[in-house]
């Protein structure tokens, strides 16, 4: 924390800490009212690293928050959020790991239809939203997770997804009529 | 090796009346659920799961279940008929003409498997991160920020100017004129008709006394005052009136 | 901002940053569970000295707030053009040519009443300023034009303004049965 912080930094700092919601570029761009915004956020993140709160991008959208080591001082004058069901997990995860997806693909996965009550806490809590219809037959509501998702998770990204990588490499993230295609494609291969 | 691993022994272990049972299998998410704690049991990677074995450990499952008269979810009554019937296959020689194959039918589960542990897995490692209202905390008490709408009036000197000036022009007293409109006085139909009926001797229809050529508002004017006129001539004898009908042409003569 | 911020300045920065209200030095104690509090809230203030936000007492409780030159930030006020009524453009034309003028003296002149939102229309543009109070029975408030009239009509004295002859040879003063008709037209909107 050397470099005496400017005015847009000042400015940035003093919007951040006074929004009700995380900010994207845009939106700080309009309430400063002056330009090099995306420029000047890494470096008020840079000056705020290692303090007690720390500047974070979610989902293209900036926020102060608590450093998550101090969350042992903070927590104790607060109840846990919510706590999710298992149902509730799982299909959170596999919104979030496969969206686009419809209620049907999540049932396919889960191998059990799922009662309306889970994706209704899942919409409740902004962390999914009805993302348009897949185009095939009966024109299925399609659902894919909210920049709050990834804000409440501490992703910066959907690529942020912890392992999301991997699943996708081991092709996991496949529908399982795609993968047992592949799988006798290669066979011949495999026998040759 | 897995036969007592515990998620297969915990609802034995606690039940102690069939109703604890029966919740302890709405613990799991479906049967696939089922088949999924079951395979993890095995303890091997899931690529390596003995498919024939799961089959087994979950047929023997719902049996014990169903000694205990417990009631169960119709879909894990199909899985459980449908996993006989793979294993049926599984045990028999190999038959080509079957498709798909049964080797096909376990490679299936397999994968369905592995996916729904993939998303069981990431599920924890989800709800482990570091949680805005758990781990992280935002902003206790952010002063918000507003944004006022204010107007900018416009208006032009011109639009001030032109606003008074018909203020003032409504507060005027206004002013009446009254257009003069063509008529032929009864005087100048007097003068017209007595000079005419002087120069003719036969009757005439009153009509043919209007000047020629006129029409509209002077022409039902000058009409209406020759008629007056020619009453007025009858009155003082100078002509003579006739008429056949009501509405027909009135006629008129001179009596000198 | 030399100083590497330590354990304690973290946590405080934490707290006082989560909490839903001012916090008293007690209560500081009490959440961070250790001694020391009341010698490191100068620090941490001091760590803040300058920057967009400042961390502040206010009878005993600390807390952090938006720097005082940065307020504009907090509330940005946007104009929108909006073109003025003719209710309020008359009523503006007979205070700029009779001023001073009460409401009933305008309300003589335009031969329509005036709904006081027509007065603050004129009165937020700084077009208009109460002039006094006419020393007759009632003493009703008296209006006069600004000096932002002049300057935003471009006139450089009220006398500027073209009289009722030059109106007149501009023709400017309609025909009665228009201005009628006009008058008739626009009463709705007085109504509302």
Redesign the interface.
């Known amino acids: 924390?050397?470099d005496?912080?400017d005015d847009l930094?000042?400015?940035?700092?003093?919007?951040l800490?006074?929004?009700?919601a995380p900010m994207s570029v845009a939106e700080l761009t309009t309430?400063?009212?002056s330009e090099g915004v995306a420029g000047a956020l890494p470096r008020l993140a840079a000056l705020y690293a290692?303090?007690?709160?720390e500047l974070v991008e979610r989902g293209g959208r900036w926020?102060?928050?608590?450093?998550?080591d101090?969350?042992h001082?903070?927590?104790?004058?607060?109840e846990?959020?919510r706590k999710?069901s298992?149902?509730g997990?799982?299909t959170?995860?596999?919104i979030?790991?496969h969206e686009p997806v419809s209620r049907a693909e999540i049932e396919a996965?889960?191998?059990?239809?799922i009662s309306k009550g889970t994706l209704d806490v899942l919409l409740e809590a902004g962390w999914i939203r009805p993302a348009g219809r897949r185009e095939v037959p009966g024109r299925p509501l399609i659902y894919a997770t909210t920049p709050g998702f990834l804000?409440?998770?501490?992703?910066g990204d959907r690529r942020d997804?912890?392992?999301?990588a991997d699943?996708k490499a081991?092709g996991?993230?496949d529908p399982?009529d795609l993968?047992?295609e592949q799988?006798i494609m290669e066979k011949p291969e495999e026998d040759a | 090796m897995a036969g007592d691993s515990e998620p297969f022994e915990l609802p034995y272990a606690e039940s102690a009346s069939a109703e604890v049972l029966t919740l302890d299998l709405d613990g799991w998410e479906g049967p696939l659920d089922l088949l999924l704690t079951l395979a993890r049991a095995q303890k091997v990677d899931l690529r390596e799961i003995s498919i024939l074995q799961l089959t087994e450990q979950y047929l023997a499952f719902i049996d014990n279940a169903r000694a205990l008269k417990l009631e169960l979810a119709a879909d894990y009554l199909v899985m459980a008929a449908w996993l006989a019937y793979l294993k049926s296959c599984l045990l028999l020689p190999k038959d080509p003409e079957v498709e798909p194959s049964p080797e096909e039918l376990a490679l299936r589960l397999q994968l369905r498997l592995q996916r729904l542990n993939a998303m069981r897995e990431a599920g924890a490692r989800l709800m482990a991160r570091d949680r805005i209202g758990r781990d992280v905390f935002e902003r206790g008490a952010p002063e918000g920020l507003k944004l006022v709408r204010k107007a900018a009036w416009e208006a032009s000197l011109f639009d001030l100017i032109a606003a008074y000036g018909a203020v003032r022009a409504r507060a005027e007293v206004p002013v009446h004129l009254v257009q003069r409109r063509p008529v032929m006085t009864l005087d100048q139909a007097i003068d017209r008709v007595s000079r005419m009926v002087g120069a003719a001797l036969d009757w005439a229809d009153l009509e043919s006394f209007l000047p020629h050529g006129i029409d509209g508002d002077y022409r039902r004017s000058a009409l209406a005052s020759s008629f007056v006129a020619a009453l007025e001539l009858a009155k003082q004898g100078r002509v003579a009136l006739q008429q056949e009908q009501p509405f027909a042409p009135l006629m008129i003569r001179g009596t000198a």
């Open positions: 924390m050397s005496e912080p930094l000042r400015a940035l700092e003093a919007a800490f006074a929004a009700e309430v400063i009212g290692g303090r007690g709160i926020h102060f928050q608590t450093a998550a101090l969350a001082i903070l927590r104790r004058t607060r846990e959020p999710l298992r149902a997990i799982e959170l995860a596999i979030a790991y996965i889960r191998g059990v239809q804000s409440h998770f501490g992703l997804l912890p392992g999301i699943l081991a996991l993230l399982v993968a047992m799988l």
